[in-house]
């Protein structure tokens, strides 16, 4: 019994390493296209609205305003900073602990 406990137990980790490396690389071809797609469109969207059809420029108009929807600004941004700040001294310290015991 013990042997088939741990046997899933490894089982279960190397899952987890691999479900942690599809995420990776996910992760980085949402990055490049992200990349590649604000390459292609960070252009664009600095030129201005000239030449642009209507459709185009609200589409244009709609995107910008989507860019900074999620942005903090002032006291929130500060705040959330140092939340920010704390969680990482948090985790920081609760690694160290780990690895000193």
């Known amino acids: 019994m013990r ?3 741990i046997r899933l137990q490894s ?3 190397d899952q987890f390493k ?3 490396h ?3 690389e996910k992760k980085r071809r949402y990055l490049h296209n992200r990349k590649v797609e604000h390459e292609a469109l960070g252009s664009s969207l600095l030129t201005g609205p000239e030449g642009l059809m209507a459709k185009e420029r609200d ?3 709609r995107l910008k305003c989507l860019r900074r929807y999620r942005q903090r600004y002032g006291v929130e941004a500060l ?3 140092q939340l920010k700040e704390r969680r990482m001294l948090a985790t920081d310290g609760a690694a160290q602990q780990v690895i000193c015991a």
Do not use: G, T
Request: a positive charge.
């Open 79 to 81: 705040l959330h900073r």
């Open 22 to 24: 599809l995420l990776k």
């Open 59 to 61: 589409n244009l108009k």
């Open 3 to 5: 042997e088939k406990l």
């Open 18 to 20: 691999r479900l942690q």
């Open 11 to 13: 089982l279960y980790i």
